[in-house]
């Protein structure tokens, strides 16, 4: 989605739908499963537009942002700064990324790991090198265990601040990927992209976070920690 990312970085959050509400109900989750971890750092990996590491400053953690996008990068500082929150923001491609400061915590929210041009298994890697020992990983994904897999056409359309967009999203599936075409028309001007996101489960997540070396690991669906068979979401906690 780098339309998304880029060229409507500054609507992200009305183009996606993400509430307050939204962002205090999984920053929740987050806060209670760092509570008990005793976690103070946290590296928020794709953190977008900041929802999750400003959230979380204001709840005392000292979080970082990493995201490839520059357009997301400086929203998120922008957004930092008027909500007076002490986040840091930094550019970077989560494929690659190496850095000294080792975590208690790192999140990867909405779906972030699984969608291209994220590689997950080298960014699940990078991760763990990126935490202390004992540290924590949440991820928080679609739980393709109950989602539909049938083809859909989604239509949707947003006007504020000078700004006219409609967007159409046609969904098809193979065994392995959800394959999005995505048409924005933003003020008049057409813009389509594929996105390619990975159909994995629980179990491969597991085996995979499995692989990198982590274990522990506790299931949480829909940011609550009773399980739902039919959730939309899950969140998985992982330990270094
Ligand atoms: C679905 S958005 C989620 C943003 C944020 N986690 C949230 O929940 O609001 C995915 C984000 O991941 C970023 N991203 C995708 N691939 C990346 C990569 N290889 N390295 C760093 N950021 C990446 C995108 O720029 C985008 O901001």
């Known amino acids: 989605m780098q339309v998304m990312y880029k060229q409507l970085s500054k609507y992200y959050n009305d183009v996606l739908g993400m509430t307050s509400v939204q962002t205090d109900t999984e920053t929740?989750?987050?806060d209670q499963v760092f509570k008990e971890n005793k976690v103070k750092t946290v590296l928020d990996v794709g953190c977008g537009v900041g929802r999750h590491s400003i959230?979380?400053?204001?709840l005392?953690?000292?979080?970082?942002?990493?995201?490839?996008?520059?357009?997301?990068?400086?929203?998120?500082?922008a957004q930092a700064k008027r909500e007076c929150v002490d986040a840091t923001f930094i550019l970077g491609d989560a494929n690659k990324f190496s850095i000294k400061k080792k975590y208690d915590a790192a999140?990867?929210?909405?779906?972030?790991?699984g969608e291209e041009p994220m590689q997950y298994p080298r960014v699940i890697i990078n991760v763990f090198n990126a935490l202390k020992l004992g540290g924590i990983f949440i991820i928080d994904n679609k739980n393709w265990d109950a989602v539909s897999?049938?083809?859909?056409?989604?239509?949707?359309?947003l006007v504020r601040d000078g700004l006219s967009l409609k967007r159409i999203m046609q969904d098809r599936?193979?065994?392995?990927?959800?394959?999005r075409l995505a048409t924005f028309e933003v003020n008049k001007k057409k813009i389509e992209e594929i996105c390619i996101t990975h159909l994995?489960?629980?179990?491969?997540?597991?085996?995979?976070?499995?692989?990198?070396g982590f274990k522990n690991f506790s299931i949480f669906y829909d940011y609550q920690a009773k399980v739902e068979k039919d959730a939309k979401r899950i969140q998985i906690v992982a330990q270094k």
């Open 173 to 179: 599936y193979t065994d392995h990927f959800r394959i």
């Open 149 to 157: 897999k049938n083809p859909k056409i989604r239509e949707d359309s």
């Open 28 to 30: 929740n989750l987050l």
């Open 107 to 113: 999140i990867c929210m909405w779906s972030t790991l």
């Open 55 to 58: 959230a979380l400053s204001k």
């Open 60 to 77: 005392g953690y000292s979080a970082t942002g990493l995201d490839f996008s520059s357009d997301q990068i400086k929203n998120a500082k």
């Open 200 to 212: 994995i489960n629980k179990n491969e997540w597991i085996t995979e976070l499995k692989k990198a």
